[in-house]
């Protein structure tokens, strides 16, 4: 994409004489930028275009376009593309608006462009976005107002408006980006493109992005998973809520999709999410400026108390740690601090503290081996020179070599002290809790970029015995699998379950019960009723014949009355869990974005009422599984509470990589959900499962001379 960031000649189709106008305003922050190269302004009148000869058509440019920006009415950007690939355009931005955002019209015009596009190799941006900048290059190919500074931060968004607000907020703050681009519809360039530029462009540190949605998920996550081993990745996803998503959708034509699956693509990928606007800048501004940290150890250095405890409050709820100090530290401190000053992490060198004392202490602490890096608070106080109170910040930094962040709480009187820091490259934070907030930022990225390799587990398993049976199901026309017929796909999959057959009749049951010991447990087996406790068809701990004679005939004839139009196949009799067996659910959906959206948690009030659940995308590494295992509150009651033994986790892991491999080898599976899975000290017994797969469910069920053969297996 050179021809886009680094154009020799600029074509401005649309271009304006009008002051105000968008045609205008480009040509007009393209010679505001200092572009060196040649602009082309295109104007069916003709005249001039601040300053500069228009051409009245495409094709009398002559000459050869590196790079085109079009901003016409929609319904003549198709045409005007054309005309340009006569003159061997390489890259285009269409700033028009119209297309697939505002209905079925729009997108057919912009799938023209699309296919104009990729049949000429043409590099296209938009439409509907803001345009483009590169601040070193001199290329300002936008209708914002202003030019940033040059920065060693890129960023770009879906939303123009976002743009506009953000590079205004840049310029007057005196903030710079290396690159700063607006996507819009993102017909041809998309997010992934535009992180593999930014991942080799040596001009950019950081990446900054906002995105409302994302069309092809698995590519991003590609992509993103290649960069964010290079450079940081910060993003902020909106459509976190349905009112969200909602908007979303009515603002990019395109669906939002599922924030949970977005989240799970972003952890995985590598990229830090953000909540708000605000979060990302104060991570760029640290990641831009410093070296993330070798440890999670932070030591706090203050002239306030109240500032030290809310810094140690916010380190306490971060994945940080509040670094103990050496007893030679400890005693340097006591050296030359006054007896009540506080000598531990957080150290208060009290109100009276001048530069000087900054700078004595700020040494010592960061000097210290165990301390990773250092949080020098600075508060108004009358004895106190903010500005020098930075500059012994600075020199602290420059002498230690660690990781140094500076928090000045108050705006009268420190705007010195905040250039001081500025210039010497150290963050500067108004309150503590966003820079402890950056810099375990900081250190979470450093260990997911020295983490393992990503080597996605592929146990052994029989995908043509499970494949049988999901085309089975398929043939008889049931969406639904259910636990009795799907018996055989867990066998395939290597995945235990507990003794069970299937019953036809009441005196079957008790023959069965009889087999596999009693107590025993009673579900209705039915292709028809997927949700069990709809027609309160399980009951559990049956004791004795006459239970289990009593149990059959109860559920069959409650289902038979609930569901009239369900096929009754009969009762699966199934052997009672251990008594110490915990029950989790292990299940996914597929995500039309990201493909196979893997959930786990604790089974029964903590999946439905609590949703402590975790998820991650497949196909699933076994770090993967055990970080979601880990994620759930819950988490210590499967470790064991007041006695109780710890399951077995390793069991758990392998009950979610081999759902993991069902949803990437069966791609017409839609949801599938293994619940309850029994786990206990010893092993984990998948009790019950369900899928769904992307078959015209028959709602009257097979036909009867079908139900033989339907059901002769199980």
């Known amino acids: 994409m050179d021809s886009l960031f680094n154009p020799l000649s600029i074509a401005v189709v649309g271009a304006s004489a009008k002051a105000g106008k968008i045609g205008n305003t480009i040509v007009r922050n393209l010679l505001d930028a200092g572009f060196q190269g040649d602009i082309y302004p295109v104007n069916p009148k003709g005249g001039k275009v601040c300053g500069i000869d228009a051409f009245k058509s495409v094709p009398d440019i002559g000459a050869g376009v590196d790079m085109a920006v079009i901003a016409v009415p929609g319904k003549l950007v198709a045409s005007c593309l054309l005309e340009l690939v006569g003159l061997g355009v390489g890259s285009v931005v269409v700033i028009s608006a119209g297309f697939k955002e505002v209905g079925h019209e729009g997108w057919s015009m912009e799938q023209e462009l699309v296919r104009i596009a990729k049949e000429n190799n043409i590099r296209l941006l938009g439409p509907n976005c803001l345009g483009l900048i590169n601040s070193r290059g001199g290329v300002n190919a936008s209708f914002a107002s202003g030019n940033p500074l040059p920065g060693n931060t890129a960023f770009f968004s879906q939303s123009g408006a976002l743009c506009v607000a953000i590079l205004d907020w840049a310029v007057g703050r005196g903030g710079g980006f290396s690159k700063f681009v607006s996507l819009g519809n993102k017909a041809v360039i998309d997010e992934a493109a535009i992180l593999e530029y930014l991942g080799n462009d040596p001009e950019t540190k950081v990446i900054l992005g906002y995105m409302e949605n994302v069309e092809n998920g698995r590519a991003f996550m590609e992509q993103a998973r290649k960069v964010s081993m290079k450079k940081p990745i910060i993003m ?81 709820d971060s994945g940080l740690r509040m670094a103990r100090l050496s007893l030679g530290t400890v005693g340097e401190l006591q050296k030359i601090l006054p007896g009540y000053a506080s000598l531990y992490n957080p150290v208060d060198i009290l109100g009276d503290a001048d530069g000087e004392r900054y700078r004595t202490v700020s040494k010592i602490v960061a000097q210290d081996p165990m301390v990773h890096a250092l949080l020098a608070i600075i508060s108004p106080a009358r004895t106190l020179d903010p500005a020098e109170a930075a500059k012994a910040v600075v020199t602290t930094a420059a002498e230690t070599g660690k990781p140094v962040f500076c928090c000045i709480m108050g705006r009268s009187n420190t705007e010195e002290a905040r250039a001081v820091l500025d210039s010497a490259g150290i963050p500067v934070y108004d309150f503590p809790k966003p820079a402890v907030r950056a810099m375990e930022s900081m250190h979470e990225y450093s260990l997911w970029k020295s983490g393992p390799p990503r080597l996605v587990a592929d146990p052994e398993r029989d995908v043509e015995a499970a494949a049988e049976v999901i085309n089975r199901s398929a043939r008889t026309g049931h969406a639904e699998i259910v636990e009795f017929q799907a018996k055989e796909i867990l066998k395939a999959y290597g995945l235990a379950t507990p003794g069970s057959r299937l019953a036809r009749s009441g005196a079957e049951a008790v023959s069965v019960a009889a087999d596999l010991g009693f107590p025993v447990v009673l579900k209705i087996a039915s292709p028809n009723i997927s949700h069990k406790s709809d027609v309160d068809g399980v009951v559990v701990g049956l004791r004795n014949p006459e239970e289990v004679r009593a149990a059959f005939w109860d559920i069959t004839a409650r289902a038979q009355r609930l569901r009239p139009d369900a096929y009754i196949a009969g009762c699966l009799v199934q052997q009672m869990a251990p008594p110490d067996a915990r029950e989790i659910i292990v299940g996914f959906k597929r995500d039309e974005q990201f493909g196979p959206l893997v959930m786990f948690g604790l089974g029964g009030v903590y999946v439905e009422i609590l949703k402590d659940i975790s998820f991650r995308l497949a196909p699933l590494t076994p770090e993967d599984a055990a970080a979601m295992v880990r994620e759930i509150k819950s988490y210590m009651l499967l470790k064991g509470v007041r006695g109780g033994k710890p399951v077995n986790f390793d069991a758990i892991t392998d009950v979610l990589l081999r759902m993991s491999c069902l949803a990437m080898d069966f791609p017409d599976v839609y949801e599938a959900e293994f619940n309850p899975v029994l786990v206990g000290p010893e092993s984990a017994l998948v009790a019950d499962v369900r899928m769904t797969v992307r078959v015209g469910s028959d709602p009257e069920g097979p036909a009867e001379d079908d139900k033989d053969a339907f059901f002769k297996e199980a």
């Open 236 to 316: 902020l996803k909106s459509g976190t809520t349905a009112a969200g998503a909602r908007a979303a959708s009515s603002h990019t034509g395109a669906i939002a999709g599922a924030d949970r699956a977005y989240d799970a693509a972003f952890r995985q990928a590598g990229v830090i999410r953000v909540s708000r606007i605000e979060d990302m800048f104060n991570l760029s501004k640290a990641f831009s400026r410093q070296s993330p940290p070798k440890g999670s150890n932070l030591a706090i250095v203050t002239n306030a108390g109240g500032p030290g405890i809310l810094a140690a409050d916010a380190c306490g």
